[in-house]
């Protein structure tokens, strides 16, 4: 029997499509767990979802405000998204008030905060008197179910790779969705371990979110989810998530990726029109060939390729950038978003003979059953 989605509302006022709004815009993108019917942002109310974020037209509509929402969706959604990443990571007044009245609608709460919803009184007991669920994502395990580096990651014996970026909400997350979802149209197994809320929230299987942790657990969790994904799953491929960048002075997030999982190899994201790193407006981006060495000088894992976040650039400006890239640093570049996963597939591919000999092997499968149709 096939999994039936739950209906979600992704309340995101004010950030849909910025920054502190990238967990409703992974959401919007791409969810194995929800079919989201709509977004809540009274500053773009009546524009499309998809078109808002650079995609194609995707019929998300965007709503002012709760109450316009559920006058004009058929039905009540099953869940309440509070979709917004915020550093400072509370909810205001005016917010708390949207929760509670989306729980007296009867709608479940998922909440990607670092405020744990299901520990707030007024919220747990107007969840209690209607009857819903409070999923606060970026709880974490209780400590008995804790795990620390246990040197295991040595017996995965398929390609590990870790989606790094140069920097927080560049990107790191659609490219890691987009190429899983790829190498899967192709016939590969491939996984994806989720290191952030976002991805969880999207139906990842495995992973943890790992700004929720306390340091002692970081690489080990990471660890246990590959090996984990590895045990259960026979994959071909592990994609991981990245979070954050290893340089980044205010996270330590990449850092216990590049432990936790030791990557056979990196496809780094990076945002070339981003001057200050998001959120610290004091804080200069670093280059990528900076990231670049610090990534291979703390690891043995060598960066593959690069993707490009085309935020604030033009279509002739990204395409430039791109060439620039591959000319400078010998290795594929691209855009995701608007030119597809093909050279990240030709780069594992060259990289990994067993990947490549699957993707041929598949691919030779499909033009035969073309024929015979």
């Given at each position: 029997?096939?999994?039936?989605?739950?209906?979600?509302?992704?309340?995101?006022?004010?950030?849909?499509?910025?920054?502190?709004?990238?967990?409703?815009?992974?959401?919007?993108?791409?969810?194995?767990?929800?079919?989201?019917?709509?977004?809540?942002?009274?500053?773009?109310?009546?524009r499309?979802?998809?078109?808002?974020?650079?995609?194609?037209?995707?019929?998300?509509?965007?709503?002012?405000?709760?109450?316009?929402?559920?006058?004009?969706?058929?039905?009540?959604?099953?869940?309440?998204?509070?979709?917004?990443?915020?550093?400072?990571?509370?909810?205001?007044?005016?917010?708390?008030?949207?929760?509670?009245?989306?729980?007296?609608k009867?709608?479940?709460?998922?909440?990607?905060?670092?405020?744990?919803?299901?520990?707030?009184?007024?919220?747990?007991?107007?969840?209690?008197?209607?009857?819903?669920?409070?999923?606060?994502?970026?709880?974490?395990?209780?400590?008995?179910?804790?795990?620390?580096?246990?040197?295991?990651?040595?017996?995965?014996?398929?390609?590990?790779?870790?989606?790094?970026?140069?920097?927080?909400?560049?990107?790191?997350?659609?490219?890691?969705?987009?190429?899983?979802?790829?190498?899967?149209?192709?016939?590969?197994?491939?996984?994806?371990?989720?290191?952030?809320?976002?991805?969880?929230?999207?139906?990842?299987?495995?992973?943890?979110?790992?700004?929720?942790?306390?340091?002692?657990?970081?690489?080990?969790?990471?660890?246990?989810?590959?090996?984990?994904?590895?045990?259960?799953?026979?994959p071909?491929?592990i994609?991981?998530?990245?979070?954050?960048?290893?340089?980044?002075?205010a996270?330590?997030?990449?850092?216990?990726?590049?432990?936790?999982?030791?990557?056979d190899?990196?496809?780094?994201?990076?945002?070339?029109?981003?001057?200050?790193?998001?959120?610290f407006?004091?804080?200069?981006?670093?280059?990528?060939?900076?990231?670049?060495?610090?990534?291979?000088?703390?690891?043995?894992?060598?960066?593959?390729?690069?993707?490009?976040?085309?935020?604030?650039?033009?279509?002739?400006?990204?395409?430039?950038?791109?060439?620039?890239?591959?000319?400078?640093?010998?290795?594929?570049?691209?855009?995701?978003?608007?030119?597809?996963?093909?050279?990240?597939?030709?780069?594992?591919?060259?990289?990994?003979?067993?990947?490549?000999?699957?993707?041929?092997?598949?691919?030779l499968e499909?033009?035969?059953?073309?024929?015979?149709?």
């Amino acid at each position: 029997m096939p999994f039936a989605k739950k209906t979600a509302l992704v309340y995101c006022e004010n950030q849909f499509g910025l920054v502190d709004g990238k967990t409703a815009s992974g959401l919007v993108r791409h969810s194995e767990a929800y079919t989201i019917v709509g977004v809540i942002d009274s500053t773009l109310a009546g524009r499309d979802a998809g078109e808002e974020l650079g995609d194609h037209k995707n019929g998300i509509p965007i709503f002012a405000n709760l109450d316009e929402a559920l006058d004009q969706l058929q039905e009540v959604p099953n869940c309440y998204i509070y979709g917004k990443a915020p550093l400072d990571a509370c909810v205001s007044r005016v917010e708390r008030f949207l929760i509670l009245e989306a729980m007296s609608k009867g709608m479940d709460i998922i909440n990607g905060l670092h405020q744990f919803f299901s520990e707030d009184p007024e919220f747990a007991r107007m969840a209690d008197h209607h009857g819903i669920q409070i999923k606060d994502i970026r709880k974490p395990p209780q400590l008995k179910d804790l795990h620390i580096f246990s040197g295991q990651i040595a017996r995965v014996n398929v390609p590990v790779i870790a989606v790094l970026g140069t920097d927080c909400a560049c990107g790191k997350m659609t490219t890691a969705v987009e190429l899983n979802q790829a190498l899967k149209r192709l016939g590969i197994k491939s996984v994806m371990v989720a290191t952030g809320q976002t991805g969880l929230m999207q139906g990842a299987k495995y992973g943890v979110s790992m700004d929720a942790l306390v340091s002692q657990f970081v690489i080990g969790e990471i660890e246990n989810a590959v090996v984990q994904t590895f045990d259960n799953e026979a994959p071909d491929i592990i994609l991981v998530e990245g979070q954050s960048a290893v340089g980044h002075p205010a996270f330590m997030s990449s850092l216990g990726i590049l432990k936790g999982s030791m990557p056979d190899g990196v496809i780094l994201q990076h945002p070339p029109a981003r001057k200050f790193r998001c959120d610290f407006p004091h804080l200069s981006m670093p280059t990528l060939e900076s990231e670049i060495q610090l990534i291979e000088s703390i690891s043995q894992s060598q960066v593959l390729a690069i993707t490009v976040s085309h935020e604030n650039m033009s279509t002739t400006e990204t395409q430039r950038v791109i060439a620039e890239y591959e000319d400078y640093f010998q290795v594929p570049t691209t855009d995701v978003l608007s030119d597809g996963c093909q050279k990240l597939i030709q780069a594992l591919g060259q990289h990994f003979p067993q990947l490549n000999q699957k993707i041929k092997q598949e691919g030779l499968e499909k033009v035969l059953l073309l024929a015979m149709g």
